[in-house]
């Protein structure tokens, strides 16, 4: 029974990160429009990021600086928010399929950092001892799973009402304004750049203060936390709650992730250790299905916004016209 | 600095950009960057080992051509994949994009793009199993040509390949009916269908044009390299950097953008270490969209 509630502690704190990283997305794409297909690299930029902060002095890389655990996540919130502002700046003003590549860029080159600049990531091997809070409960799992879970319940509820109250303000007005009619928004007077720039500044902060949550309560990161994988496993979170909607996106995480752990514990009763990789690749493949055919058949999700009006009359059948892209 | 570097670009040159056409048509004729293309180059080079060895229990053991590594099996083998990936991207086209491109919005199509992609390289992994294969074992002997360069006859065979096939679509895209109307298409969707130009049919082509080079570019990767399931993903971002670099909707651009990142990746090898070479493509890509989004050959968006 205990060991039970412990393991629901440790899955919800994991399904709770996961859906402070859909929030982030939801507030890229769902309110804003705008496409991440590189979201583990702004996750993985978090988790360094706090960890070089807060781990003790290590002859072999840079740093560890043993700042206290807070410092660690807002410095990952801030070098996070920079990165996701500069892939903005490049980008917000070309097609949106060119943030959706150099997103997808980013993902790559972090993942490149991360694996060879030993000095500054520890490389393949990763960081160790990252502290955890309430690494003195660690002798009575349940204990330490249970006040993990407060820590990370609070923050999510924290960024949740914080979002919640951004798209009720003339902020977030604007931004939903810029995704359902560009210009009719330009044409307020507001700068479609700048608020986009914005928006997906604080998607990325929230992205790696997510990564950095993580990594301190497992204690240890590697360049595999982070493969394209995750950016998938996000989206579809996110498709399956309903963009647009941050309850959506919170639930999402946790159905989708029950799912993953659930199908995961299944195959690996099911399959000998030998096929257990091929398994895992099944799942992926029945998840990727899972998307597609939630895109065509309810693309709202479980909680998703109301149907995006049908902009400029009738689409052509075969190609949409530029009206579709941001110019 | 030695001068090997040119060949060893030329070859990865070769694929980027064989790719790269696939991606710019898609993208200047259906409007959306497919994320799955990568993993079109990885079905291809699977469906093409899968004839090579169908042939082979067909046929027996084939002895090689002279110089070269493989002998005709692979060369028909290729003829199969080429059909096969182009019938897959069709496939995906009618049972995925087709229907997402009628409700209008071009973004969810790239989504739809990047689950395709997942769920496509990990069934490879599924059926292959992550382990990489290989068209032959055999090791070639580099002849030396001069100046420190050295290349085998698998290698001189592949550059012909690949010149070949690029006169071919250029030659398609600039003398063919089908051609100009891929071209009118992506320089005016509407115009071009009030002129009466059979959408239909040319997005069917763009899709068989872009599979069948892509499942050639994947061949090429698997004779000179290796086959894995993550292949054509990790060429993604160089032929996206290649698409965009050359001008989207200009196959020569795309071939030249190919060809520049694959000499910059190989001199990037040579000068830093092979670690980094993923970066390239990446370095070149925001430095294209800092200074010249339109890319070299690129027309400016109505």
Redesign the interface.
């Known amino acids: 029974m205990m060991d039970l509630l412990g393991y629901g502690a440790f899955f919800l704190t994991t399904a709770l990160i996961f859906s402070l990283v859909t929030l982030g997305l939801n507030l890229q794409w769902g309110l804003t429009g705008l496409f991440n297909v590189g979201l583990a690299g702004f996750v993985a930029i978090g988790a360094y990021t706090s960890a070089l902060l807060t781990t003790p002095d290590d002859a072999a890389r840079l740093g560890g600086f043993n700042l206290p655990i807070l410092v660690g996540w807002l410095g990952a919130m801030l070098v996070g928010g920079i990165a996701a502002a500069i892939t903005g700046i490049a980008t917000l003003r070309l097609r949106s399929d060119y943030l959706a590549i150099t997103t997808f860029g980013v993902a790559v080159v972090v993942q490149l950092v991360a694996l060879n600049a030993q000095k500054l990531t520890g490389g393949p091997f990763g960081i160790g001892f990252i502290p955890r809070p309430f690494g003195g409960l660690a002798e009575t799992p349940l204990l330490f799973n249970l006040s993990n879970l407060a820590v990370v319940s609070m923050v999510t509820l924290i960024v949740y009402l914080a979002l919640e109250h951004l798209s009720r303000s003339p902020w977030g007005r604007v931004l939903k304004a810029l995704r359902e009619d560009e210009r009719a928004a330009i044409s307020l007077g507001k700068s479609a750049r700048f608020y986009r720039v914005q928006a997906f500044a604080v998607g990325g902060a929230i992205m790696a203060l997510a990564g950095a949550l993580q990594a301190h309560f497992t204690g240890f990161i590697a360049p595999d936390n982070y493969l394209p994988a995750l950016t998938f496993q996000v989206w579809v979170m996110l498709i399956v709650g309903g963009s647009g909607s941050n309850i959506g996106a919170v639930i999402g995480s946790i159905l989708v992730w029950a799912i993953w752990a659930g199908s995961g514990a299944l195959t690996s009763v099911l399959f000998s250790p030998e096929q257990q990789a091929r398994a895992a690749s099944l799942q992926i493949v029945a998840i990727g299905v899972m998307l597609c055919v939630i895109l065509l058949v309810r693309p709202n999700g479980l909680f998703g916004d109301r149907p995006r009006r049908p902009k400029f009359g009738k689409r052509s059948k075969e190609a949409p016209d530029e009206s579709t892209a941001k110019s | 600095m030695n001068l090997q570097f040119v060949v060893d670009g030329l070859l990865a040159g070769s694929m980027i950009g064989l790719g790269a056409i696939g991606v710019t048509l898609t993208?200047s004729?259906?409007?959306?960057?497919n994320?799955a293309h990568g993993d079109f180059m990885a079905w291809g080079a699977y469906a093409t080992l899968a004839a090579v060895g169908a042939i082979g229990a067909m046929f027996g053991k084939i002895a090689p051509i002279a110089p070269l590594s493989f002998g005709w099996p692979l060369i028909a083998a290729v003829v199969i994949g080429m059909a096969i990936t182009g019938l897959l991207a069709l496939l995906l086209d009618l049972m995925?994009f087709?229907?997402?491109?009628?409700?209008?919005?071009?973004?969810?199509v790239?989504?739809?793009s990047?689950?395709?992609?997942?769920?496509?390289r990990?069934?490879l992994?599924?059926i292959f199993?992550?382990r990489p294969t290989y068209f032959s074992r055999a090791i070639q002997i580099a002849m030396p040509v001069g100046f420190g360069i050295r290349i085998t006859p698998d290698q001189i065979a592949l550059l012909l390949l690949t010149a070949v096939l690029v006169l071919g679509v250029h030659l398609l895209m600039t003398r063919t009916q089908t051609g100009r109307s891929m071209q009118a298409?992506s320089q005016n969707?509407?115009l071009a269908?009030i002129v009466g130009i059979d959408?239909?049919k040319v997005?069917r082509v763009t899709w068989i044009v872009g599979g069948a080079l892509a499942c050639v570019a994947g061949v090429m990767i698997g004779i000179l390299i290796q086959i894995r399931p993550f292949m054509g993903?990790d060429m993604?971002?160089p032929m996206?950097?290649a698409a965009?670099l050359g001008g989207i909707g200009s196959v020569p651009g795309a071939v030249l953008g190919g060809l520049i990142i694959g000499l910059a990746e190989a001199g990037a090898v040579q000068l830093i270490g092979a670690?980094?070479r993923?970066?390239v493509?990446?370095i070149i890509?925001?430095t294209v969209?800092?200074v010249r989004?339109i890319g070299l050959f690129g027309v400016r968006?109505?």
Request: no cysteine.
């Open positions: 993208y004729i259906l409007r959306f960057s994320f995925l087709a229907r997402l491109r009628a409700k209008g919005q071009a973004i969810i790239v989504m739809a990047f689950g395709a992609s997942m769920a496509l990990s069934l992994e599924f199993t992550s298409l969707a509407a269908r959408v239909a997005v993903f993604l971002l996206f950097a965009i670690e980094w993923a970066a493509s990446f890509l925001m969209l800092f989004p968006e109505r």
